[in-house]
């Protein structure tokens, strides 16, 4: 790609003159106002002086982030006018130079879409083809929806699809995915405005409490152990304010199918736990092939396919009880150890009885862990079908948008296979000699959701009778699963209200050490 077009990079925001003299003012009044609350001191600028620059990451960090939903949303705008001067006749280059009028209506000249749209415009001038510059625009812009567009755009150019439906329909897809987001985003505000009051009412009740007692607080910064007791408040209360954002994060990344993706321990190979659980393996193995087993192991294999659809079937089991039993051993022993130590050195005086008590509880220890994990991995089904339950929408979005595009099917499932470990398998299902059918039935009946045995029953069914409705049908349950996204967004932020009380504990911990160990001084004077 040319760099004369004067391409902007929006997965990093860069400040302007102004901007930079405005978030650097920020940062030092911030740092500033923190040293002379919790120090009085201009040691304790020196100190805090870090929190300035996380500042400004912080700022820039969220300024990007609002530049990138700022885009989405006139992007969508601009591919619905597209759509229109499509649908009147334009060349599919034209009518993208035609919605550029449009934009510099909607949001100006110095908007982000219409600098993008000059962009394109000189680049066909310079003989680029619009394919390729639509693919820089959605590799440059971070906005999932306007890379997948230009993908979408490329296929089904080079394909010979249907350019004019599947950008219509791209356009309504994108319009319900960020209507859905924004009902999500707006839900959360009014938790995110309730942070905010309760990170100012520390300040506010301690400036209260200064000007009706004056020198209330003056013990606190007399001497060290007043400036420990002030740097722990400090510790706790950038700990309430760290954790509250985490929270909120993780909601937005639930929200938009980017869980963590749980990673069964027993599976390490690393170190000494690597190690015993290769013991571990051989002792399951042995187990095996004297025809024993252990009590639930089908519903655990059951368990760690949906967690782990990727992986060999038949080694999940002996990777889950090795890890299981190695560890457990390796507990067992560690307690046996200590206790011949204690038992060579004739016992402790008094307690002669100590290493036999320390055996017993290892060994209840490893007991109780190798049951206890089970629970942890049905927690982490819970987890994963959660996550599979949020990830639906765009998997139903994309699929509709291929298909659109001219794309089959099964080369549907080859691109969704490349984000979606799902679709990879149904996809290696297919290639090692299974029918279509079936494996969109295993697609469904593997991920363990309602929403994906409806959706594979739906490709079983046009598979069986070529129903010539599907995509249509499609589009209906990509609508109706947004409606479910922001039912699960209206979940979380329940959910978040009772994981947001931690933080909150957090702060008025810190406004009680300070208001009663000045109190405890005094009594103590």
């Given at each position: 790609m040319k760099t004369s077009l004067n391409r902007q990079?929006?997965?990093?925001?860069?400040?302007?003159?102004?901007?930079?003299?405005?978030?650097?003012?920020?940062?030092?009044?911030?740092?500033?106002?923190?040293?002379?609350?919790?120090?009085?001191?201009?040691?304790?600028?020196?100190?805090?002086?870090?929190?300035?620059?996380?500042?400004v990451k912080y700022v820039r960090r969220r300024k990007a982030e609002a530049r990138r939903t700022q885009l989405t949303e006139q992007f969508k705008e601009c591919i619905l006018s597209t759509s229109a001067s499509l649908q009147a006749g334009y060349a599919v280059e034209n009518a993208f130079l035609e919605s550029r009028e449009d934009m510099r209506n909607l949001y100006g000249e110095r908007s982000a879409i219409?600098?993008?749209?000059?962009?394109?415009?000189?680049?066909?001038?310079?003989?680029?083809?619009?394919?390729?510059?639509?693919?820089?625009?959605?590799?440059?812009?971070?906005?999932?929806?306007?890379?997948?567009?230009?993908?979408?755009?490329?296929?089904?150019?080079?394909?010979?699809?249907n350019l004019s439906e599947m950008i219509r329909t791209s356009a309504n897809l994108i319009s319900q995915r960020f209507e859905a987001r924004q009902e999500v985003r707006t839900m959360l505000a009014g938790r995110k405005m309730e942070q905010t009051v309760m990170r100012i009412m520390p300040f506010g009740i301690t400036f209260?409490?200064?000007?009706?007692?004056?020198?209330?607080?003056?013990?606190?910064?007399?001497?060290?152990?007043?400036?420990?007791?002030?740097?722990?408040?400090?510790?706790?209360?950038?700990?309430?304010?760290?954790?509250?954002?985490?929270?909120?994060?993780?909601?937005?990344?639930?929200m938009e199918g980017k869980g963590k993706r749980e990673r069964l321990a027993a599976m390490a190979r690393t170190g000494i736990l690597g190690r015993a659980a290769q013991v571990g393996e051989r002792v399951y193995l042995l187990m095996r092939k004297a025809g024993r087993g252990f009590p639930g192991e089908e519903k655990l294999r059951k368990h760690l396919e949906v967690i782990y659809p990727e992986e060999n079937r038949e080694g999940l089991l002996q990777k889950y009880y090795g890890g299981k039993l190695g560890f457990s051993a390796l507990i067992l022993v560690l307690g046996g150890f200590f206790s011949f130590c204690l038992w060579l050195r004739g016992g402790v005086p008094g307690q002669e009885h100590l290493g036999g008590t320390i055996l017993g509880l290892t060994a209840g220890a490893a007991v109780g862990t190798f049951f206890l994990t089970d629970k942890d991995l049905g927690d982490q089904v819970k987890k994963r079908r959660d996550l599979l339950r949020l990830r639906y929408p765009d998997l139903v979005h994309e699929l509709a948008l291929y298909l659109v595009a001219g794309m089959t099917i099964r080369a549907a499932f080859g691109r969704l296979g490349k984000k979606n470990d799902l679709a990879a398998y149904a996809c290696r299902e297919m290639q090692s000699g299974q029918s279509e059918l079936t494996a969109y039935e295993h697609f469904g009946k593997r991920a363990g959701v309602r929403e994906y045995v409806k959706l594979s029953t739906l490709l079983s069914?046009?598979?069986?009778?070529?129903?010539?409705?599907?995509?249509?049908?499609?589009?209906?349950?990509?609508?109706?699963?947004?409606?479910?996204?922001?039912?699960?967004?209206?979940?979380?932020?329940?959910?978040?209200?009772?994981?947001?009380?931690i933080p909150m504990v957090m702060l008025l911990a810190a406004v009680m050490l300070m208001i009663m160990v000045p109190a405890f001084s005094m009594m103590g004077a």
């Open positions: 990079d929006y997965r990093q925001y860069e400040f302007s003159r102004k901007e930079w003299l405005f978030v650097i003012s920020q940062a030092t009044f911030l740092v500033m106002f923190f040293a002379w609350f919790f120090y009085r001191h201009l040691f304790g600028a020196i100190l805090l002086s870090p929190l300035g620059i996380l500042w219409y600098e993008e749209l000059e962009v394109i415009r000189r680049g066909l001038v310079i003989n680029l083809s619009l394919e390729e510059l639509l693919l820089d625009f959605g590799e440059r812009s971070g906005c999932e929806e306007i890379l997948q567009f230009a993908q979408l755009f490329s296929i089904a150019k080079r394909g010979g699809g209260y409490v200064s000007l009706s007692y004056p020198g209330y607080f003056e013990p606190l910064y007399q001497d060290l152990s007043g400036a420990a007791v002030m740097t722990l408040c400090l510790a706790l209360y950038l700990a309430s304010v760290f954790l509250g954002e985490r929270i909120f994060d993780s909601i937005w990344h639930q069914q046009n598979l069986k009778k070529g129903s010539s409705t599907l995509l249509a049908r499609m589009e209906e349950e990509a609508v109706s699963s947004e409606e479910g996204r922001i039912q699960s967004g209206k979940r979380l932020g329940e959910e978040a209200q009772t994981k947001l009380l």
